[in-house]
């Protein structure tokens, strides 16, 4: 945590002093090292709370310079419900838009904090909800809200509507699945491509016949795409890691998908050994993660 303290004070000093591009550069060095820090620490450890409080403030600084972010409420039924929004830049200037959804183990804030050194400079606007927020036993519930942060969006000055996309982690990854199913408005997908569904109905087969569900190798690919053929848009199905998508699964997915000739791609995260087990390399991650959706998302130029 001193390598992420020792950044704030950088990013203090260069903004005192109106040298605002390397206070940005030092606080958002300052994120980085609070998220690895973060993934070291025990989520009871005291140490946890007082990262939070250093992240939060963090946010705060960086939003007082020119790229402002924004806390933001979307409407969703009879109630508000809080997000973070970072521009594109340009008002006048239509842009791309990503709606991040965090994994059941993260806040809003903690996602949005681990995404800002990646996402600036990307002229991509950028709006992170809860996983809290989105996930809903009530059916249908997760999708609509969804649905309320992309006409959020699509009400925004300088977001090209037809240009947002959706990035789940987690068990969100498997929400944004089915929002993507249900709203053809979406233009690109980081999602589960549906494995997680896929699991749950095998596992409730085998307990319902107590026999597991073996049966052709067609029926089986065929059932293990079946979300996924639903989808319109491309998609990029991370595992392995700290998500919910098993690796063998996920190249079988791919496979399957590739001889139909869906628009698919399969991401792996990195992994480092440290003596507390292995860390996952999040920034190679969501490079490639934002690097991909920048591609998918990139306006089409006739020849």
Known sequence: MNIGDAHCLVGEFNFENGVFNKATEAWLCALTAFEVARRLVEE?????ADLSAKVEASIQRFGSLERKVERVRIAFCDELKYAYYLTAGDRHFSAP????????EETDTTLFARLLPVAIGRGTSVLVVSHDDVSNRL???SEVFLSCCLDYLTARPGVDATRIAIFGEGLSAALCTDFAVSDRRVAAAVCDGGLWSWARTRATVGWMTSTP????ESVVSMRRSRLVRQLKCPVLVVAGGRGIVSVPEAVKLESDCTAEG???ELALPRTTKTPMGGLENFVAADEH???????????????
């Open 289 to 303: 993660i934002f690097g991909w959706l920048e591609g998918k998302l990139a306006r089409s130029v006739a020849p």
């Open 213 to 216: 569900d073996v049966t052709d």
């Open 262 to 264: 869906i628009d698919i």
């Open 44 to 48: 009871s450890d005291h140490e946890g």
């Open 97 to 104: 838009a990503i709606i991040c959804v965090s994994s059941e």
């Open 139 to 141: 059916r249908g519930q």
